[in-house]
Nanobody, 125 residues
């Protein structure tokens, strides 16, 4: 049984920063791709960032490129998302996920097999 638990969300002013953490149990992160998604009120869940199994490859949505950084600790079952220069439009529930064993860039929800419950990020103006 794989479990993912996100933490680190909260209320922050525009321009501020947060670091989200994703802790996995039941399976190491040393194999699969990891991803972060977010869902704002009234909107569909959208891709934010993804990182390959060894941390050597990352990819970001255009809306967060240059402001967010995804990373992982190899062998420690933990992934991170550093959110800098936050904007009110970044307000959402942020989810981490473990990717399916497939090639290519994993940017769609159905590319991921396991999901956490999410952590709320609220950015005030």
């Amino acid at each position: 049984q794989v479990q993912l638990v996100e933490s680190g969300g909260g209320l922050v002013q525009a321009g501020g920063s947060l670091t989200l953490t994703c802790a996995a149990s039941g399976r190491t992160l040393s194999g699969p791709t990891m991803g972060w998604f977010r869902q704002a009120p009234g909107k569909e869940r959208e891709f934010v960032a993804t990182i390959t199994w060894n941390g050597g490859g990352t990819y970001y949505a255009d809306a967060v490129k240059g402001r967010f950084t995804i990373s992982r600790e190899y062998g420690k079952n933990t992934a991170y998302l550093l959110l800098n220069a936050l904007k009110p439009e970044d307000t959402a529930v942020y989810y981490c996920a473990i990717g399916r064993p497939k090639f290519g860039r994993l940017v769609n929800e159905n590319d991921y097999a396991y999901w956490g419950q999410g952590t709320q990020v609220t950015v005030s103006s």
